[in-house]
């Protein structure tokens, strides 16, 4: 079981920053490749970034490529998304979630792969 708790959504203008913290419990956080998804009311969940259990191997969605960067830090249990340029059309919920083992060092990922997710953090960006 893990437990995931995200932290730093908030209203920012558009062109500025953000980064998003995802707290994981459990001693076993370094076996999980770890995502970041964002949903909008009435849209499908959208996989934004998501990395290796290691951190050796990152995936970006076309979206946010080249503007938003995530990162894990497995000595604190945490991942991180950093997100710059933000833009408008970034405003979502965004979540956190752990990938089944199974699919560990896939490069293929998808939402259902994902078993445990956190309870997400608003992001809203004004133009």
């Known amino acids: 079981q893990v437990q995931l708790v995200e932290s730093g959504g908030g209203l920012v203008q558009a062109g500025g920053s953000l980064r998003l913290s995802c707290a994981a419990s459990?001693?076993?956080?370094?076996?999980?490749?770890m995502g970041w998804f964002r949903q909008v009311s009435g849209k499908e969940r959208e996989l934004v970034a998501a990395?290796?259990?290691?951190?050796?191997?990152?995936y970006y969605g076309d979206s946010v490529k080249g503007r938003f960067t995530i990162s894990r830090d497995n000595a604190k249990n945490t991942v991180y998304l950093q997100m710059n340029m933000l833009k408008p059309e970034d405003t979502a919920v965004y979540y956190c979630?752990?990938?089944?083992?199974?699919?560990?060092?896939?490069?293929?990922?998808?939402?259902?792969?994902?078993?445990?997710w956190g309870q997400g953090t608003q992001v809203t960006v004004s133009s």
């Open positions: 990395i290796s259990w290691s951190g050796a191997s990152t």
């Open positions: 979630a752990a990938r089944a083992e199974y699919y560990s060092g896939s490069y293929y990922y998808t939402e259902n792969q994902f078993d445990y």
């Open positions: 459990g001693r076993t956080f370094n076996r999980y490749d």
